[in-house]
Structure formats: structure tokens, C-alpha cells
């Protein structure tokens, strides 16, 4: 049985689906798992995560692609240009394998350049609420995993799963941090509370375009709280020249990390460590709240949010539409967050069919094999 794992987006979805092509190699050795990438960059990124489970054996490749394309994408990034050439260019490899599992959506487009054998496998990458993670060709995927009940009832709502072809419990991200970090780190020189700011990349819903600047200006200029700029890791992707000068204006301050999209923003080290949580609607704020703490919300675009399904994450915190009084606001949300932990609570309960810190990438690499067996 031969299963890829490609990865052809951006770094941040890597966590997702890669601890379960390691527990498939482990757990499973007349599986043969490989992984892909479309750079060499995000090669040496998932041989690196790989190395936590010094117990799986697994093939690593470079996908092929054209040098003048391969020197653009490492230049740019993995845009979705560049992610349907890693398709269109490696049709006849995807083609090898029975199962391709993967955490983007992308990968569908592989049906249309006729590439029909390979049973394909999303994983997703994140459990926030928003209406793009319930998109309407997940149905054409032959098996999803998801996190919780939440995923499951609204994507049995609109028809895009059906019984028999998905799992539920898998949210493997956690087991790699878990591997990962053996200690808390501590990443200001202080005692004071540390607030998170997390705005998302998605102009039309992310707080950073009306009001990011405005935010960062208000915490170089007090001395209550740190604060970590972690953006939602597509934000400053092929920006870097925005994202340096960012650096530059507030990166010297000793109470503020400036963090434009390196491992650290994507691998649970700044929602682990911090005490508030400050965004708009990225899925970040449910892994931040595995461990129920103070959250605020940004409504830049004066959303009508109450009773919106793809904004519930929104009642788990004081929203704000505006930033006139945010000291006051964040000190009111530390100290009316009791009034919400019942309410973050019964969130994770629905969002990650969690049973205490038990893994639950083997649950989804047995589930994976198990379906590959039944389908072959």
C-alpha cells in the first residue's frame, strides 16, 4: 500500500496531516508513506518535524518542477499558481499511489487533470467556524478526518460527508507540539500578562488592514502588558519588505515580539504561552483555547456576527468595533473573563472530541489504513 502526504501550500498546514503519515509508517509497515513538497525550504521544514518520530520510516521527494518554475516558487512562495503546477506537473506520480492525503483543498484539481485511482484523504488544517471550512467540494474528497462534533454536524447538514466515509477525534497537530515542546518557554524578560494579537490574512474579514497599526502603535506606547504580533501566517506572505519595516518600527521594543511567519507563529509556541488572545476569525483562538483563557475579539467590518454560525467562536469574548478605549477594554476582558470559561469550555468539548492528552494521530492513520484496505 503506497500513501502520499504532499504538501504544496503554505508551511502552516504541514502540522495537520504530518504526524499521521509518521504514525501510518510506525504503526503500519507494509504501508509505504511518502512525503512531498513542492520547495526544497518546505522539504527541509517537514524532514526537520519528521525527526520527532525517530520511529517512522518514510521516503521524502522534491516534486518536479520545470527550474524556471522551481526558482520562482522558491522566490514567491507557494501561491496557488505555483500549487496547481506541483499538480499538473507531477500527474503521473500522484498517480502511483492508492492513497493521497492531504490537509488543503488544492489537491482536488488532481480529478480534473485525470488522475481517478488514488483514493484522496483531507485532513483539514485548523477547527475554526468559519463558512470556508465547510466549502461544498468537500464532498468530493473519499474520506475526510475532522477534529469534533461541530465539523461533523454542519458538514452532515449541507451533505458534503456521509456516513462510513469520515472520522471524527483527529486533530494531529497537537500530538506534533506535544513531541515538540517539553516546557513552557519563557519569551519576555518580565511578569507582565501577554496579550496575542492574531489578525487573519483574508482582507475582507481580518481586522489588520482598518485597525493592525493602530494596535501595535497602542502596545509600544504602554507598559501594562507584552504583547506578540503573530498574524495568521499567509498575512505577510510575499510581503516581506512590508513585513521587515514592520519589524524595524516595533521589533527594538522589550515588551513586543514582532513574528511575520517564521515555525515559531505556526507551531502553537505563542497561543501555548500567552494569556489574552486579540483577533478576528482566525481558527487559532480554538487551539488557544484548549487551555480556557481571556479572549477579544475585532469586528473591523462591523459584522453583524450575533446568531452567525461562522462567527460562534465570536461569544467567547467581549467583540469590539472600535479601538478608541482598547487599554480599558483589555483590561476588562481579564477581568470579566470568568463570566465566559463555561462558554469556552462547552466550545472545545464541540470543536476537538478530545479524550485528556491522549494522541490522536494514530486514530486517524488507523482510520486512513482501514479505509484504504476497504477500498482497494
Known amino acids: 500500500m503506497r500513501i502520499l502526504f504532499p504538501y504544496?501550500?503554505?508551511?502552516?498546514q504541514t502540522l495537520h496531516s504530518l504526524p499521521i503519515a509518521m504514525e501510518i509508517a510506525s504503526r503500519h509497515p507494509e504501508a509505504e508513506v511518502h512525503l512531498a513538497c513542492t520547495t526544497q525550504s518546505h522539504l527541509d521544514?517537514?524532514?526537520?518535524?519528521?525527526?520527532?518520530?525517530?520511529?517512522?520510516?518514510?521516503?521524502?521527494?522534491?516534486?518536479?518542477l520545470p527550474q524556471f518554475l522551481r526558482r520562482q516558487t522558491e522566490r514567491y512562495g507557494q501561491t496557488a499558481f505555483f500549487r496547481l503546477a506541483s499538480l499538473f506537473f507531477n500527474k503521473n506520480y500522484f498517480s502511483s499511489f492508492q492513497g493521497i492525503v492531504v490537509p488543503e483543498r488544492t489537491s482536488l484539481y488532481l480529478r480534473k487533470?485525470?488522475?481517478?485511482?488514488?483514493?484522496?484523504?483531507?485532513?483539514?488544517?485548523?477547527?475554526?467556524?468559519?463558512?470556508?471550512?465547510?466549502?461544498?467540494?468537500?464532498?468530493?474528497?473519499?474520506?475526510?478526518?475532522?477534529?469534533?462534533?461541530?465539523?461533523?454536524?454542519?458538514?452532515l447538514a449541507q451533505g458534503a460527508i456521509r456516513p462510513g466515509y469520515y472520522h471524527t477525534g483527529v486533530y494531529a497537530k497537537f500530538d506534533m507540539v506535544h513531541r515538540m515542546r517539553h516546557r513552557t518557554l519563557r519569551l519576555f524578560n518580565?511578569?507582565?500578562?501577554?496579550?496575542?494579537?492574531?489578525p487573519h490574512f483574508n482582507t475582507r474579514l481580518s481586522s489588520w488592514p482598518k485597525m493592525g497599526l493602530n494596535v501595535l502603535a497602542h502596545f509600544a506606547?504602554?507598559?501594562?502588558?507584552?504583547?506578540?504580533?503573530?498574524?495568521?501566517?499567509?498575512?505577510?506572505d510575499n510581503k516581506k519588505a512590508e513585513a521587515l519595516q514592520l519589524e524595524r518600527a516595533f521589533g527594538h521594543y522589550?515588551?513586543?515580539?514582532?513574528?511575520?511567519?517564521?515555525?515559531?507563529?505556526?507551531?502553537?509556541?505563542?497561543?501555548s504561552t500567552a494569556d489574552m488572545?486579540?483577533?478576528?476569525?482566525?481558527?487559532?483562538?480554538?487551539?488557544?483555547?484548549?487551555?480556557?483563557?481571556?479572549?477579544?475579539?475585532?469586528?473591523?467590518?462591523?459584522?453583524?456576527?450575533?446568531?452567525?454560525?461562522?462567527?460562534?467562536?465570536?461569544?467567547?469574548?467581549?467583540?469590539?468595533?472600535?479601538?478608541?478605549?482598547?487599554g480599558e477594554d483589555i483590561e476588562q476582558a481579564f477581568s470579566s473573563h470568568n463570566a465566559f470559561v463555561n462558554l469556552q469550555k462547552d466550545y472545545i468539548r464541540d470543536t476537538f472530541d478530545l479524550v485528556g492528552n491522549e494522541p490522536t494521530a494514530p486514530v486517524g492513520a488507523d482510520a486512513i489504513v482501514d479505509f484504504l484496505r476497504m477500498a482497494s
Not at 45 to 64: C, D, G, I, N, T
Not at 190 to 198: A, G, K, S, W
Not at 221 to 236: E, G, K, V
Not at 301 to 313: I, L, P, Q, S, T
Open 8 to 12: 504544496i501550500a503554505q508551511p502552516h
Open 45 to 64: 521544514y517537514v524532514r526537520s518535524l519528521a525527526a520527532y518520530y525517530p520511529e517512522s520510516k518514510v521516503q521524502f521527494s522534491l516534486l518536479h
Open 113 to 155: 487533470l485525470g488522475v481517478n485511482k488514488p483514493r484522496l484523504i483531507w485532513t483539514r488544517h485548523g477547527a475554526g467556524d468559519r463558512a470556508i471550512g465547510f466549502a461544498r467540494d468537500v464532498k468530493k474528497f473519499d474520506y475526510v478526518l475532522m477534529a469534533g462534533h461541530k465539523i461533523e454536524e454542519r458538514l
Open 190 to 198: 518580565n511578569n507582565r500578562p501577554t496579550v496575542l494579537y492574531n
Open 221 to 236: 506606547n504602554q507598559d501594562r502588558y507584552n504583547l506578540i504580533f503573530a498574524p495568521h501566517y499567509r498575512l505577510f
Open 254 to 271: 522589550p515588551h513586543m515580539l514582532i513574528d511575520t511567519g517564521s515555525a515559531r507563529s505556526i507551531d502553537m509556541t505563542y497561543t
Open 277 to 326: 488572545y486579540l483577533g478576528d476569525v482566525s481558527s487559532q483562538v480554538a487551539e488557544f483555547l484548549v487551555k480556557p483563557r481571556a479572549c477579544m475579539f475585532l469586528n473591523a467590518h462591523n459584522v453583524e456576527w450575533e446568531g452567525d454560525e461562522n462567527y460562534r467562536f465570536w461569544s467567547l469574548g467581549p467583540v469590539l468595533n472600535t479601538i478608541d478605549s482598547l
